[in-house]
Structure formats: C-alpha cells, structure tokens
Nanobody, 119 residues
C-alpha cells in the first residue's frame, strides 16, 4: 500500500502564490508517476500536472506558465508551485501516484487539500 499526505493549501488573493507538497510512503516503486489533480464543486476531477520519475512533466493547458511541478525522489515528495493564481483555480487538490506492480497498474490518492482563491 501507498499513503499520500498533502499539505500547503489555503486561502490566497488573486495573483498570489501557493506551494503544495505531497509526501508518499509505503510500497513505492522506483518507477512511478506522481501528479496533482483538482476538483471544483460540481465538476469532475481534472488533471493539473504530472511528473514521471525521470522528470518528464505534463501540464493542463489552463495552468501552463503559471504552475510548476517538481519532485524529490529521495524524499518521495512531489511539489506544485502555483503562481498568478486565479479564482477559477479554486478547488480541492489531490495528490496522485501511479505505478505498476507485477504488471498491474495501481493508482493512489491523497485526502485532498483545499485551495481557495478569493479577494
């Protein structure tokens, strides 16, 4: 099993910044992809950004140029630096880890952290 614990959410004014962190523990394989998803009220959960163990990244178009995902493999931790925040970024942000064990894909989720952008 894998456990993911997020931190760093909160309330910030439009144009501000936040940094989310997610620490993974448990049965983590060296080859995996970690990422962030978000879900606003009434909406489906959507991808924000992912980063593979080798460092390859992928971003939603809506956050490109504003958000930066990074990871520290030694600490099994993924970060999301969010700049130039907009009210539409308001959502619960979920950390995710994907890995394949014995040919079976496994997806793990954190409990979520609230991010609210409001003046």
């Amino acid at each position: 099993q894998v456990q993911l614990v997020e931190s760093g959410g909160g309330l910030v004014q439009p144009g501000g910044s936040l940094r989310l962190s997610c620490a993974a523990s448990g049965s983590i394989l060296s080859i995996n992809t970690m990422g962030w998803y978000r879900q606003a009220p009434g909406n489906q959960r959507e991808l924000v950004a992912t980063i593979a163990d080798g460092g390859r990244t992928n971003y939603a178009d809506s956050v490109k140029g504003r958000f930066t995902i990074s990871r520290d493999n030694a600490k099994n931790t993924v970060y999301l630096q969010m700049n130039s925040l907009k009210p539409e970024d308001t959502a619960v942000y979920y950390c995710n880890l994907d890995q394949i064990r014995f040919g079976v894909p496994n997806k793990y989720w954190g409990q979520g952290t609230q991010v609210t952008i409001s003046s």
